[in-house]
């Protein structure tokens, strides 16, 4: 019998986008020979993950998971795509998202290093690599997050939820502080709805990117020109509207939805004197399901009659 080596797993994983444990199976089970190893994924429809690697794949799912590490917390948000809404709804994709953020609580942060984290099947990669050959669809990790805090805790929010700790979009919020852990999380989970509907930009006015600002600024500065205020006038008129832009944008200047009377900042100060403690937020992030991915359209009419014209 050949030997089968991690390269000839590798190099047949590469040809035929099959899991590196069925890649290693299908050499076993044909003596090492690549061809009949191909052939028997084939069969076992299995290499036909890769054949769909090019579908645009911009539904699926978010999820998020997050564990207590005594008075620490870490918490992961991930972004599983697919190419129809549809699949969003199969257990074993569902499952595959919850595995996949689980994942993300301990690997290094971005898609890669999660895809390459350890599983039973192998890696994450290979976990998706298989479920692509069994539903069909296109599938990937396309972004990830995680916080750490040592002291507080990290909330998580999924909103329109399709199932427990899956939905469209998923929110991570982390709080550091001492107190009534708990009662951080209560905190927490409050930010993170509010981040949801409000989709901040930034945590703070010094974290605003300043390229955000500029075009901002642009805009204004022209619009103020068109609406024929005195030139002299215009950047006092355009630095109040900033002003104004920032509060909108910044989570911790924005009115709290809950609440608009107070701003996230006075929230976070009044649930710390409550609690004893100085606490502040340190971070959020908000995915929202398939957003920046160009999804085609399909128009078969349009199509039919392009091809009648060819014809």
Request: contains cysteine; proline residues 2%.
């Amino acid at each position: 019998m050949a030997e089968v080596t991690a390269a000839l797993v590798k190099d047949l994983r590469e040809k035929s986008g099959a899991g590196m444990m069925d890649c290693k199976r299908a050499l076993v089970e044909n003596d090492g020979d690549m061809e009949a190893s191909i052939d028997w994924l084939r069969t076992k429809g299995l290499s036909k993950a890769a054949k769909k690697a090019d579908r645009v794949a911009a539904e699926g799912l978010v999820a998020v998971a997050l564990r207590s590490e005594g008075a620490g917390f870490t918490g992961a948000v991930i972004e599983l795509n697919a190419e129809t809404d549809f699949v969003s709804r199969n257990d074993k994709f569902q499952e595959a998202a919850r595995t996949v953020a689980l994942a993300a609580l301990d690997a290094d942060h971005g898609p890669e290093a999660v895809t390459a984290a350890k599983h039973q099947e192998g890696t994450v990669g290979d976990m998706i690599t298989n479920l692509i050959a069994t539903i069909g669809e296109n599938m990937l990790v396309r972004r990830t997050a995680k916080f750490t805090v040592v002291k507080g805790a990290v909330a998580a929010y999924v909103h329109n939820a399709t199932a427990p700790e899956l939905g469209r979009i998923g929110v991570l919020v982390a709080v550091e502080g001492e107190g009534d852990q708990a009662k951080l999380q209560e905190l927490g989970k409050k930010i993170a709805m509010h981040v949801a509907a409000t989709a901040p930009l930034s945590l703070s006015s010094e974290d605003l990117d300043p390229a955000a600002i500029e075009r901002e600024r642009a805009v204004l500065t022209e619009k103020a020109r068109e609406d024929g205020r005195p030139e002299n006038m215009i950047d006092k008129i355009v630095d109040g509207q900033i002003a104004k832009f920032q509060r909108e944008v910044v989570l911790l200047e924005q009115q709290f939805v809950m609440n608009p009377d107070q701003t996230v900042k006075a929230l976070v100060a009044e649930t710390g004197k409550q609690l004893g403690s100085d606490i502040k937020v340190t971070g959020f992030v908000r995915l929202a399901l398939g957003e920046g991915v160009e999804k085609k359209s399909e128009d078969f009419a349009a199509e039919v009659a392009a091809a009648a014209g060819q014809a």
